[in-house]
């Protein structure tokens, strides 16, 4: 019985090591360690036989399994120490960088003159202590007219030409609708800019587009008056074109009174660059400020005519046609 065993501890010590040195994968190779040291592997199986040997038989063949499962183990370790390295080594060779190899080209990127002009705008307006807000392209009637004191019958419609959706809406003809959302949910003091796509009918030309860039500021706090927005505006202008010579003209805005049209002396002629006013009272009672209580003003400018005169283009299609001849330059 003893001999029989013995024949089978050796003849299974032979076949596994050479079933894992044959072996070529690591998921092969446990596999392997399962069928012959596993709790049901072929050695358990034969050292349940160990109950039918003789109490002095057992020793001996006790012995001799313990050294087929320490061969096998040992064949097992040394296997996947080379099939490991092997795998690392293949990696290696597969992920290996040639540093002598030119890199890939790609071209640097340039910042759009829109939203060159966009960003220093709202540098300027951010350190002088605003916050940026934002809002739809797509509003209401109410946000887009009536809140900003222009009733439906108001003769000031006719200066913006809106598109007008099918389900009632439009596209908003200005950014001053960003403004009573804004002030719908906060209360005074507050001060923001607010930078944005707009939306009116025009005829496309050299210098007009039924698609612009406006950004608008807005402060509203107690004791606000004509002399802090002219400081403001005089700030903001003499950081983006330098220090000359700025000009207010009496305008009108339904939105604003007084308003007032600001010009620049720009290559020796006035230039028209912002609109601007206090804000009109029936506008503050429309959000539930008091007009007694609070004042504000506000002022707005085309992104697109600063692009144009600070880089001297002359035509603003050139800003929407993505030539990179063009933007280039930028």
């Known amino acids: 019985m003893t001999s029989n065993l013995e024949d089978q501890l050796l003849a299974l010590r032979q076949e596994g090591e050479a079933a894992i040195a044959a072996v070529e994968t690591l998921e092969a190779l446990e596999e392997l360690r399962v069928n012959y040291l596993g709790k049901k592997g072929q050695l358990g199986a034969l050292l349940r036989n160990m109950g039918k040997l003789s109490a002095e038989e057992r020793p001996k063949f006790g012995a001799i399994a313990n050294t087929v ?18 795998k690392i080594q293949a990696q290696l060779e597969a992920e290996t960088l040639d540093v002598t190899m030119p890199g890939i080209y790609r071209p640097q990127g340039r910042v759009h003159p829109l939203n060159g002009i966009i960003d220093q705008a709202l540098d300027i307006f951010v350190g002088l202590g605003y916050t940026v807000a934002q809002g739809s392209e797509m509003e209401t009637d109410y946000y887009n007219f009536e809140a900003l004191n222009t009733p439906p019958d108001h003769p000031a419609r006719d200066m913006q030409d809106t598109f007008y959706l099918p389900d009632g809406n439009l596209l908003r003809t200005h950014t001053s609708s960003v ?75 339904p939105f604003t009174e007084p308003s007032a049209e600001v010009d620049l002396q720009w290559n020796g002629r006035w230039l028209e660059v912002m609109g601007c006013g206090m804000v009109d009272p029936n506008v503050l009672k429309s959000v539930g400020y008091d007009p007694e209580i609070y004042t504000g003003f506000a002022a707005g400018f085309g992104v697109e005519r600063f692009a144009m005169v600070l880089h001297q283009i002359d035509d603003i299609r050139r800003l929407y046609n993505s030539d990179l001849r063009f933007l280039r330059q930028f």
């Not at 499962?69 to 092997?86: G, H």
């Not at 800019?193 to 007009?208: E, I, L, M, S």
């Not at 950004?215 to 107690?222: F, Y």
């Open 69 to 86: 499962k320490e061969a096998l183990q040992n064949s097992l370790d040394q296997q996947r120490a080379t099939l490991e390295s092997a």
């Open 179 to 253: 403004q009573i959302r804004y002030m719908e949910k906060e209360e005074p003091p507050i001060r923001i800019v607010a930078p944005g796509r707009v939306y009116r009918r025009d005829d496309v030309d050299a210098t007009h587009s039924a698609v612009f860039h406006q950004i608008e500021l807005l402060a509203v706090d107690e004791g606000l008056t004509f002399t802090d927005l002219k400081g403001t505006v005089k700030v903001f202008l003499q950081a983006m074109f330098g220090d000359l010579p700025i000009r207010f003209r009496a305008s009108y805005f």
